[in-house]
């Protein structure tokens, strides 16, 4: 049998993903039994984290929580460390200072999770316990979200959520590097609901997915759906509902890492899709890049370009002058079932 180059990728870096999995399997040993310290906040803290390397559909998860949490009148602070932001000192992000920063400065995700947050704070702190305090100091929040916190251990949690793709809940099924698993799926354990998300875009039905899983892990779960709710001008920032998007040829492009999710959820909203890029996940955008793929997209006789919220976000200062053809999707969580799980675990913290 020839010696193909996944079989030399697997000699070469398997070694790697086993020393990985030994070192989160000590790690989370010494968590167990406390010979790592543990600080608790003085405020109910949920955690949202994942197993895998990005694309669960995380933010938009956390998102719909502040959201929740601030209709049952719960000020929220939302605890993140700002992947991929240039700046290191601490932020306080919320609606009314977001003008004062750029998003390359707090990170895609924590201004995106600002612009939505209306009763609260979301501090930007590689330091999630300093970040709490700072918030604490800043406006009293009644519960802390603690954003991408399964692996950050340092910080205890009250509800310990996971959020899990319904069409690859596994990922690769291999640790890092060699797979995109953080950590081996036996320390699900940890976990007190895993929440699993896009229900909507695998052939299974819920009965079929929470059977497949619960024989893997067996713990409470909820189940949702990415639902686009609809569109917004680049330019002037007004909503369009979807409808506009029927039988409309438009060309796409995002550096999320769910590409797919983003095509599907397009296509779903009947958009005639006639151009299609994804680049990497979180990827800093140049003028000419989206010049060119505008150039592209009329070669196909695209109307509009299309992006998601996120990308959105860090082209602000890239559009030049394609504004006016560009719009992004908002996307939203809809619970599909076992809401009851989540709403009980919240009154068990006496939250709701």
């Known amino acids: 049998m020839p010696f193909s180059l996944n079989s030399r990728r697997f000699c070469l870096l398997a070694p790697f993903a086993a020393l990985y999995g030994g070192i989160s399997e000590i790690r989370a040993w010494y968590y167990h039994h406390h010979y790592l310290p543990v600080i608790r906040l003085p405020r109910p803290t949920i955690s949202v984290g994942n197993l895998t390397v990005g694309g669960t559909g995380k933010t938009p998860v956390v998102s719909f929580l502040a959201d929740y949490l601030n209709q049952r009148h719960q000020s929220v602070a939302i605890l993140t460390r700002g992947y991929g932001r240039n700046s290191r000192q601490p932020i306080i992000l919320q609606q009314s200072n977001l003008a004062q920063h750029q998003p390359a400065e707090t990170g895609d995700e924590p201004w995106l ?67 995109n698993l953080r950590e081996p799926v036996s320390q699900l354990r940890r976990a007190d609901l895993l929440w699993i998300t896009r229900v909507n875009q695998t052939t299974d039905d819920i009965n079929e997915i929470h059977r497949r899983l619960a024989k893997k892990i067996n713990k409470p779960m909820v189940f949702s759906a990415h639902e686009a709710q609809h569109l917004i001008a680049c330019a002037g920032h007004h909503q369009l509902p979807l409808t506009v998007l029927k039988d409309k040829k438009v060309a796409a492009f995002c550096g999320i890492a769910n590409p797919n999710s983003f095509k599907r959820t397009l296509q779903e909203s009947g958009a005639s899709l006639v151009l299609f890029r994804a680049f990497a996940d979180h990827h800093s955008f140049r003028p000419k890049e989206i010049v060119r793929l505008w150039e592209s997209a009329q070669q196909q006789h695209a109307e509009w370009i ?15 002058g394609l504004k006016e053809v560009c719009y992004y999707l908002e996307i939203g969580i809809k619970i599909m079932a076992g809401g009851e799980n989540l709403k009980k675990m919240l009154e068990k913290l006496s939250i709701i």
């Open 306 to 320: 299309i992006t998601t919220a996120k990308d959105a976000v860090r082209l602000e200062s890239t559009w030049s």
């Open 113 to 179: 999770l600002a612009q939505h947050l209306k009763n609260g704070v979301v501090v930007i702190d590689a330091n999630r316990v300093r970040g709490g305090r700072l918030a604490l100091r800043a406006v009293a929040p009644q519960v802390f979200l603690l954003d991408d916190g399964f692996q950050h251990r340092a910080v205890f949690r009250d509800l310990d959520i996971v959020t899990l793709d319904a069409s690859s809940p596994w990922g690769t099924g291999y640790l890092l590097p060699f797979g």
